[in-house]
Structure formats: structure tokens, C-alpha cells
């Protein structure tokens, strides 16, 4: 089984609709991250967990809130979803302290 | 500010040719540096990284990369390619200091032609 999953892997929505994507891991780690990749631009930071208490914003948080329910969830909500949120997103987890980070598999997200 | 570049947005090499994809960063510190690869549909893949030491990793898939301190450099290498590492890659810097955040390039689309 993959030690970081992601549902739903695709998703297609309207404008205005509020949208959750979910993020779990068997790996153990600390931190959790959520990242949007769009074409041309790489991987984008968007909020990022240290510990259950410890939520901070990325490079990229308007338009976007997080929830970590547990160690092993992280999960990202688009209360009004609008078309340029439309891409990739991707979450990733590390250790306290540790040198590398571990993807899941992705989101896709198609806001219409 | 933290920042990477991949001046290359696109690569086409032939099979079994040499590859060199290119990484430039700016980081005021020693960075710790990653290269990670994403198949088509997947997420991605840690293919090597760099925190002290010898200045030449080696990675997974037979890759390998140099870290030039005095270049700002960390160029991925592999002295032949297969067509099975058509992918687009990406370049990242960990900046352990402020809080354990990564900053990744804008990627490199490697084709591999026959």
C-alpha cells in the first residue's frame, strides 16, 4: 500500500462549489504539506503542518484552507472554488527534523 | 529569498545518449538540495539529494548529480538514458532553518527519442 494517498485523484466541479481534498499517510511523519502545480510553474506551497497545533501558510494560501484532524490527515479545502484553481495538487509529508519529503500520487482538480 | 532554476523547460536526447539537466539556486546558506522525477500521472520520486559531503551524489535509475558551491549549481547527469526515464523533472531546495520548506524549480520535460 502506498504510505502517502490522496482521494479524490480527479475531481471536476463549478465555480462557487465548496471542494475538500484529503490527504493520509501511513508513514508516521510530523509534517504534511500541500502543494498546486500548474504547468511552467513547478510546485507551489500552499499550507504546510508541522504537528496537529501547528498550521502555517505557504506562498500561496488565499483562496484555500487546510484541516489537520490527526497526524496521519491532512486535508485541503477551496470553500468557492473558481477556474484558476484548476491543477495539480499534490501533498507530501516529512519527519520532524528530516531531510525529504514523500508525494502522494496527486489531485486532479477541474474547476469549471 | 530562496529561489531555484531550471533555464531548461524541455530536453529531447536520444536513447542512450548522455543527459545533463541543469539547476541553478539561490540560498544564503548551504543548501540541502533534491532532485525528484515525475512520471507521467504519478507523483514525484526522490532521485538524490545533497546535504554536506562529497560534492558528487548518486541517485536511483543510475543518475547522479554535482553540487558546485561556487557555481550555485546542482546538475543531474546520466551517461546513458533510457526511454523509460521520459519524465519531467524537478530541482529543490530545502531550507531546513526556516522551517523545513522546500522551493522547487519550474521543472525540465525530458523526451526520449529512439
Known amino acids: 500500500d502506498a504510505d502517502v494517498t490522496q482521494t479524490p485523484r480527479n475531481r471536476i466541479t463549478k465555480t462557487g462549489k465548496r471542494i475538500m481534498l484529503e490527504c493520509s499517510q501511513t508513514?508516521?511523519?510530523?509534517?504534511m504539506y500541500w502543494y498546486r502545480q500548474d504547468p511552467g510553474l513547478g510546485l507551489q506551497l500552499i499550507y504546510y503542518s508541522f504537528d496537529v497545533k501547528d498550521i502555517n501558510k505557504g506562498e500561496i494560501s488565499d483562496g484555500y484552507s487546510v484541516s489537520r484532524q490527526a497526524q496521519a490527515k491532512f486535508s485541503l479545502s477551496l470553500e468557492s472554488a473558481i477556474p484558476n484553481q484548476t491543477a495539480l495538487y499534490f501533498c507530501?509529508?516529512?519527519?520532524?527534523?528530516?531531510?525529504?519529503?514523500?508525494f502522494g500520487p496527486g489531485t486532479r482538480l477541474t474547476v469549471l | 529569498a530562496q529561489s531555484v532554476t531550471q533555464p531548461d523547460i524541455h530536453i529531447t536526447v536520444s536513447e542512450g545518449a548522455s543527459l545533463e539537466l541543469r539547476c541553478n539556486y539561490s540560498?544564503?546558506?548551504?543548501?540541502?538540495l533534491f532532485w525528484y522525477v515525475q512520471s507521467p500521472g504519478q507523483g514525484l520520486q526522490l532521485l538524490l539529494k545533497?546535504?554536506?559531503?562529497?560534492?558528487l551524489v548518486q541517485g536511483i535509475k543510475g543518475f547522479e548529480a554535482e553540487f558546485k558551491r561556487s557555481q550555485s549549481s546542482f546538475n543531474l547527469r546520466k551517461p546513458s538514458v533510457h526511454w523509460s526515464d521520459a519524465a519531467e523533472y524537478f530541482c529543490a531546495v530545502g531550507t531546513f532553518y526556516t522551517g523545513n520548506q522546500f522551493y522547487f524549480g519550474t521543472g525540465t520535460s525530458l523526451t526520449v527519442i529512439p
Open positions: 507530501a509529508t516529512s519527519e520532524r527534523g528530516g531531510d525529504t519529503q514523500y
Open positions: 545533497y546535504f554536506s559531503g562529497d560534492t
Open positions: 508513514k508516521g511523519h510530523d509534517r
Open positions: 540560498y544564503g546558506a548551504t543548501p540541502y
